[in-house]
């Protein structure tokens, strides 16, 4: 299976920050990877899939990029309801792996 | 608007089947363009793609959890269902029952059920 990992793995933003979250596949994986958002006690929310096309309903301050092995997802304005674990998820193979995950936290 | 709903026991004792139902409202679970998978998320840790059906029967599983796993399908009653046997406490998670197009991207979840392995 394809793994993934995202970097960091936590850290601390403040309301109107920019922030860019990194996710990386063991091999290439072309462009088929997803972004999910996930508040505590809830399901995860599509946010991005095709790496860079934005699901129906999501913000246009989210923003995904990168092929092969790389990939970034970047809020360009942080939000109060925006702090949440995100996840990235490549569908290229199966089984579709998900990343750890990286917690935004409130500074 | 579609909606999808877990249900079954929340607490389940090892070397038991662990069995759960997600029930489709708002949407017809034989739409041909759809695939309806289970997902679970141990507490506290990442997430993970257990299999999925096709309204016709088909089915994918993870090969991590092949050997134990059974996704059915009931298209009169719009339901899908999960069975996990030999279960022990590392299949203590959160289940989540979900909906992807051909490509398992998931865009509409069901809440999640916890369910807890322990005697």
């Known amino acids: 299976a394809i793994r993934m990992t995202q970097s960091p793995s936590s850290f601390s933003a403040s309301t109107g920050d920019r922030v860019t979250i990194t996710c990386r596949a063991s091999?290439?994986?072309?462009?088929?990877l997803a972004w999910y958002q996930q508040k505590p006690g809830k399901a995860p929310k599509l946010l991005i899939y095709a790496a860079s096309t934005l699901q129906s309903g999501v913000p246009s301050r989210f923003s995904g990029s990168g092929s092969g092995t790389d990939f970034t997802l970047t809020i360009s304005c942080l939000q109060s309801e925006d702090f949440a674990t995100y996840y990235c998820q490549q569908y290229y193979s199966y089984p579709g792996t998900f990343g750890p995950g990286t917690k935004v936290d409130i500074k | 608007q579609l909606q999808l709903q877990e249900s079954g026991p929340g607490l389940v004792k090892p070397s038991e089947t662990l069995s759960l139902t997600c029930t489709v409202s708002?949407?017809?679970?034989?739409?041909?363009?759809?695939?309806w998978g289970w997902i679970r998320q141990p507490p506290g840790k990442g997430l993970e793609w257990i299999g999925s059906i096709y309204y016709s029967g088909s089915t994918y599983y993870n090969p991590s959890l092949k050997s134990r796993v059974t996704i059915s399908v009931d298209t009169s009653k719009n339901q899908f269902s999960l069975k996990l046997s030999s279960v022990t406490a590392a299949d203590t998670a959160v289940y989540y029952c979900?909906?992807?197009?051909?490509?398992?991207?998931?865009?509409?979840w069901g809440q999640g059920t916890l369910v807890t392995v322990s005697s």
């Open positions: 091999q290439g994986i072309s462009s088929y």
């Open positions: 979900a909906r992807h197009p051909r490509d398992p991207v998931f865009d509409y």
């Open positions: 708002g949407g017809s679970i034989s739409s041909s363009s759809y695939y």
